[in-house]
């Protein structure tokens, strides 16, 4: 069993919806933190999304995204996600750090690296945390460089600073025959969690996750290493699916909640 208390909806579960009617209807299912995107935000408006998250009571885990360091206008964008994650009372920005430019994959991790080194000061003076996420490898061309759990921790020791961790998303993870003894030596790295599931077969790599318990990843096994860290905040359920439009929207919350109580 989970606590029901850790459960956090990322919002792209429901992307169909907006800002405001994601967050009304979370509060109505009992869902208490949400984990927004900054597409979602902006198109809300910032202080408006602020305020909605606010009087709502609500809670916010994260915020997605920042990062994509190897893009020219990486430190500028950067700057202004994490003013919207401290505006918005979000603790970590959730970092996807970039593809390679040009085939050079070490110049892309330098990249990266130095781009966090950049940043970490003006988050730490905001009060939110860079959370590194490492992406399933299929993604590397697109989005990160940083692909397996074992180098986002080691990216994350380097700077040996408590305002860098690392994301662990299963979806992303899962695979990995190192993640045991990875995660075993992660104490005070986890900057948050995700979960869903990989789905046979894969419709889409990218936006063919499904819910928990419908395919074939071992989330009681991951989330009892990531417990066993010393981790215990919250736990997104993020799913990204658009198939998930078409289910009624307190069946599907209802059905969130339910699996995630059972672990």
Partial sequence: MTDPARLSLN??????????????????????????????????????SARIIREAGMAVSSLCRGGFFTAPDATEDNRRAVEEAAALGAPVLVLVCGPPVARDLAAARATIAAGIERLLPFAADHGVRL???????????????IVTIGEALALARGFDDPGVGVVVD????????RLTDELAGAAGLIAGYHVSD???????????????????????????????????????????????ATVPGDELLADIAARFARG
């Fill in 131 to 145: 959370g590194i996420e490492p992406l399933h490898p299929m993604m590397v061309g697109e989005r990160s460089a």
């Fill in 198 to 244: 990989w789905l046979v077969p894969t419709a889409d790599l990218l936006a063919g996750r499904g819910l928990m318990g419908d395919g074939i990843i071992d989330l009681p096994g991951i989330r009892a290493l990531i417990d066993a860290t010393g981790y215990d905040g919250p736990i997104e359920v993020e799913v990204i699916n658009p198939a998930l």
């Fill in 170 to 177: 299963a979806y992303h993870v899962f695979w990995d025959p």
């Fill in 11 to 48: 919002l792209i579960t429901v992307d169909h919806w907006s800002l405001g009617e994601a967050v009304e209807r979370c509060a109505s299912a009992g869902i208490r933190t949400v984990a927004p995107w900054r597409h979602k935000v902006a198109s809300t408006g910032l202080a408006e």
